[in-house]
């Protein structure tokens, strides 16, 4: 099965992880796992300010400082992902790489708002089930 794993580095990130590790037997190493990471991008005039160069180092930096962590985890669990970082709106971008990239199953952290929060705050996993085409396993 192919299974992309999206993460923010948050501690929702590390309870799906966590998930990850204690289900060995459905999502085992005979699996094919991607890491994706979607940061939101620098304001316009922040862009402009510091140039193209210095806004691709930044987010390098930070999909770097988000994937470390996660890969050190799952090399520990024998599990060899690949990841991928893009910068955008994260539910849009989830939905859309998970689609054109043919998973089987997109694997999420969720902060688990009422109905009422979503509304309010908006929230990737709901944008993300909207979107995605892909089924979607959110652990809270």
Do not use: W
Request: charged share 20%.
């Amino acid at each position: 099965m192919k299974i992309l794993l999206a993460v923010d580095g948050s501690p929702y990130t590390k309870k799906m992880l966590a998930y990850l590790a204690t289900h060995a037997e459905m999502f085992g190493t005979n699996n094919q796992f991607t890491l994706l990471n979607v940061q939101l991008p620098l304001p316009p005039r922040a862009r402009a300010a510091v140039g193209a160069e210095v806004v691709k180092s930044y987010h390098d930096e930070e999909a770097t400082k988000v994937f470390s962590p996660v890969l050190k985890f799952l090399k520990r669990h024998n599990i060899e992902p690949d990841t991928i970082s893009k910068v955008g709106h994260p539910g849009e971008l989830i939905a859309k790489t998970a689609d054109s990239g043919k998973f089987d199953l997109v694997i999420m952290g969720s902060h688990g708002h009422s109905a009422l929060g979503n509304l309010v705050m908006g929230s990737v996993a709901t944008k993300v089930m909207a979107h995605c085409g892909t089924p979607v396993l959110l652990v809270r």
